[in-house]
């Protein structure tokens, strides 16, 4: 079984910073993409960011130039800088990775329960 446990939400106010990690724990071979997905009220959960593990990035075009990804595989950790917040980053931040399990040939996705983001002043 695999957990994922989020951590760094919270309130801040617009044009500040958060750092968002996600450890990743349980009977695991490997993990390949990790990733970062948001909902905020009313809308549909989508893509923020993910990353390789061989590094290569990928993200949405409302957060380019304003989050990065990165992740230390030695820790099983994911974790999302976000800088310039604007009211419409505020969203539940889920975090997700494609897990080879120690009894399997192929990887499956899992997700954590998620980490609130408010920006406003």
């Known amino acids: 079984q695999v957990q994922l446990v989020e951590s760094g939400g919270g309130l801040v106010q617009p044009g500040g910073s958060l750092r968002l990690s996600c450890a990743a724990s349980?009977?695991?071979?490997?993990?390949?993409?990790m990733g970062w997905y948001r909902q905020a009220p009313g809308k549909q959960r989508e893509l923020v960011a993910a990353i390789t593990s061989a590094g290569s990035t990928n993200y949405a075009d409302s957060v380019k130039g304003r989050f990065t990804i990165s992740r230390d595989n030695a820790k099983n950790t994911v974790y999302l800088q976000m800088n310039s917040l604007k009211p419409e980053d505020t969203a539940v931040y889920y975090c997700?990775?494609?897990?080879?399990?120690?009894?399997?040939?192929?990887?499956?996705?899992?997700g954590g329960q998620g980490t609130q983001v408010t920006v406003s002043s």
């Open positions: 349980g009977s695991m071979l490997s993990i390949n993409r």
């Open positions: 997700s990775a494609d897990v080879r399990m120690s009894d399997s040939f192929v990887y499956t996705r899992h």
